[in-house]
């Protein structure tokens, strides 16, 4: 079984950063090889992918993230990270990591609260 830990989150103003990271940990998974994406959760409980980086190391954003966060892995560690800059208000919200698309594993981790606030 695959686990994933995501760790980071906090409480932030306005215009701050946060660094998020996730650690993907079990057997029958090579990180290297896959595509990995930060998630985040939208008010209605479904979680739409914010940042991918894909196995050779290009990226997406989405729209709503292009120009602050900054994804990115370190395959000998099996971890990725989010840079997350000049966070705004409507940032706030839970992040998770996963794998994108129809390889997504079933498990999800617990994310990790990101709370922009004054």
């Known amino acids: 079984q695959v686990h994933l830990v995501e760790s980071g989150g906090g409480l932030v103003q306005p215009g701050g950063s946060l660094r998020l990271s996730c650690v993907v940990s079990?057997?029958?998974?090579?990180?290297?090889?896959?595509?990995m994406a930060w998630y985040r959760q939208t008010p209605g409980k479904r979680r739409e992918a914010a940042a991918i980086?894909?196995?050779?190391?290009?990226?997406n954003y989405a729209d709503s993230v292009k120009g602050r966060f900054t994804i990115s892995r370190d395959n000998a560690k099996n971890t990725v990270a989010l840079q997350m800059d000049s966070l705004k208000l409507n940032h706030t919200t839970i992040y998770y990591c996963?794998?994108?698309?129809?390889?997504?594993?079933?498990?999800w981790g617990q994310g990790t609260q990101v709370t922009v606030s004054l």
């Open positions: 079990g057997s029958g998974f090579i990180f290297g090889n896959n595509p």
């Open positions: 996963n794998v994108p698309g129809p390889h997504r594993l079933t498990n």
């Open positions: 980086m894909t196995a050779d190391g290009s990226t």
